[in-house]
């Protein structure tokens, strides 16, 4: 079937029904009625974002509950460049125009002119300002002639060593990121193809160790190491390939909408029903329905399985062509799939794969005062102890007697999302997911309260409690029950080197035809860019299932890195 076929002949449009309005849910949504479909998206909450949902408060406060750093905005730019039934997948993955560093984050410019059109992107200067426990600070802004300054006044036994790293890193990210990031590992083949390039880059053993081999000072090892946190992985598990994240951050940036992060989801929702797309919200889905070939339920896992529609949680069914899951893979495998229709994707397997950590999230709002915050919009806060915390949040499941922080406080940049004369801010504490049995409803008090006294005693925020005017925070029940994650998860699996590329959940189901994968559990992986990659992955996963051949873009054929038929697939 042709892309001309699926899109204008009359009542032969397939359809399409997608669990979850996150960024990846919708990034997909926009993708498939470029392609053709008639997809609906079906959200059990009340509005769209999944983990990226904006809260806003009777007291005039905007929370982003969820993500907060943007990377890579012509990844956005494609999105909203896409046209209804134009069977386009978007243009190059990495035209050149999109790869120069430095110089247009430094000039003010964050989105292409269709972005422009749904959301206000700007750059944020420093990317983060990252304290240590002596109460020194590195700006890491992405700058090579700051950041060799930085290093040199904190660390300069180290400046030789962050020339080999950023070489090194560079390598990675050409290959890794560049040349690999649109791979999808479907087979073993396509994986070991790529295994001896990674070896090669010494990709595989541990982050940690590997910014080890560069630092002897344990500041740079930790100023290198830490983004993994922010996308669910720790630092002493996750495979070195994520020393790409950063040139990723490096070369494009890092970005805010005006709004918040939920100003960028509702772009998203306004560009997917201009496209001709749905979004119903208070729509749970119970069951996926799978049948045979013969559309009788499916008994044992033999044979072929097709996803028929679903469930939702009103009893009402719903069909369509093809179903994709945005919410948590685990779950979705567990609680909407009968064990019949699961050979890969069993118990077994599901229930022993590794999850990411979870979080206790404040959000809060107080007063301004005369004196300027030392803060900047993105501060990473970290504790005495880095190893040994890691260990104790990933491997033995217990809150220590310190902890690490990510505190937002997007008011220094967008004075919107408070009243007049107030910040808002979150901060978010790294813990242990649910399987550490802890009783959340007396722990994430008495956390919360660790922390208040943190930021007032330590200087951060003078007197916070004196100015407090709002505080709320969530722990990981709220994962667990309002996102519907398993043990309260926040990120997906773990991202560790046995849950990487093909052992990572396959975005076309293994087990069930007609059924998608998409988002942070899915491939390539967790964080705001990789949820919009996985959605490219899994559209052109059902563009090949479908046959749809998207057109030549931008001067670029539909081949290997820009269209459905990629030989990595």
Do not use: C
């Amino acid at each position: 079937m042709t892309a001309s076929t699926v899109s204008t002949t009359p009542g032969k449009r397939k359809t399409a029904l997608i669990i979850g309005s996150g960024i990846g849910g919708l990034s997909l949504g926009i993708r498939l009625q470029s392609l053709g479909f008639d997809t609906t998206i079906l959200e059990r909450l009340d509005k769209a974002g999944g983990r990226a949902y904006q809260k806003r408060t009777e007291d005039g406060y905007v929370f982003d509950m969820g993500p907060t750093v943007i990377t890579v905005p012509h990844f956005i730019e494609e999105l909203f460049a896409l046209e209804r039934d134009a069977g386009m997948l978007g243009g190059a993955d990495y035209p050149p125009a999109v790869l120069a560093p430095d110089a247009r984050v430094r000039e003010g410019e964050s989105g292409g002119p269709r972005t422009r059109e749904y959301v206000n992107l700007v750059p944020i200067l420093p990317f983060y300002r990252i304290y240590f426990d002596d109460g020194t600070f590195f700006d890491y802004d992405g700058d090579p002639v700051s950041t060799r300054r930085q290093i040199g006044e904190l660390a300069p036994e180290d400046l030789a060593g962050y020339e080999r790293f950023h070489d090194d890193a560079r390598a990675i990210f050409e290959r890794g990121f560049l040349e690999l990031g649109y791979t999808h590992f479907g087979d073993v083949a396509t994986m070991l193809k790529v295994v001896p390039d990674l070896m090669r880059l010494d990709a595989v053993r541990t982050l940690f160790s590997f910014t080890g081999k560069y630092f002897t000072n344990p500041k740079m090892q930790q100023v290198f190491s830490f983004e993994t946190l922010l996308v669910g992985g720790n630092p002493l598990s996750v495979p070195a390939i994520y020393a790409m994240i950063h040139f990723v951050e490096k070369t494009w940036g890092i970005h805010y909408a005006m709004g918040g992060t939920g100003a960028l989801v509702q772009g998203f929702v306004r560009k997917f029903q201009e496209l001709g797309g749905r979004i119903e919200y208070g729509q749970g889905v119970q069951e996926i329905l799978v049948t045979d070939d013969r559309g009788r339920p499916v008994r044992h896992p033999l044979g072929r399985r097709v996803a028929r529609g679903v469930r939702l949680e009103s009893g009402q069914e719903r069909h369509a062509d093809i179903v994709v899951s945005n919410g948590d893979w685990a779950n979705t495998y567990l609680k909407r799939l009968p064990a019949a229709a699961r050979l890969v994707n069993s118990d077994l397997r599901v229930k022993a794969a590794r999850q990411s950590m979870s979080l206790l999230v404040i959000y809060f709002g107080f007063r301004k005062t005369d004196t300027d915050l030392k803060l900047r919009h993105h501060n990473i806060i970290l504790g005495p102890r880095y190893q040994e915390l890691l260990t104790e949040i990933f491997g033995k499941k217990v809150l220590g007697r310190d902890f690490s922080q990510y505190l937002h406080v997007p008011t220094l940049t967008d004075p919107s999302l408070a009243p007049e004369g107030h910040h808002a801010a979150y901060t978010l504490v790294p813990v242990p997911h649910n399987a550490s049995g802890l009783d959340w409803t007396v722990e994430g008090p008495k956390l919360v309260e660790r922390v208040y006294t943190f930021l007032e005693e330590r200087g951060y925020i003078p007197d916070l409690r004196a100015r407090l005017t709002h505080s709320e925070f969530i722990t990981p029940d709220y994962f667990e029950g309002t996102l519907d994650s398993y043990l309260g998860n926040a990120f997906g699996p773990e991202p560790t080197l046995i849950q990487s590329a093909f052992f990572r959940p396959h975005n076309r189901s293994e087990d069930v035809g007609n059924l998608y994968m998409v988002g942070a559990g899915a491939q390539p992986g967790g964080g705001t860019p990789s949820v919009m990659m996985s959605a490219k992955m899994t559209a052109r996963l059902i563009a090949q299932d479908f046959g749809i051949h998207p057109s030549v873009r931008d001067g670029v054929p539909a081949t290997e890195g820009s269209g459905a038929e990629s030989a990595a697939d």
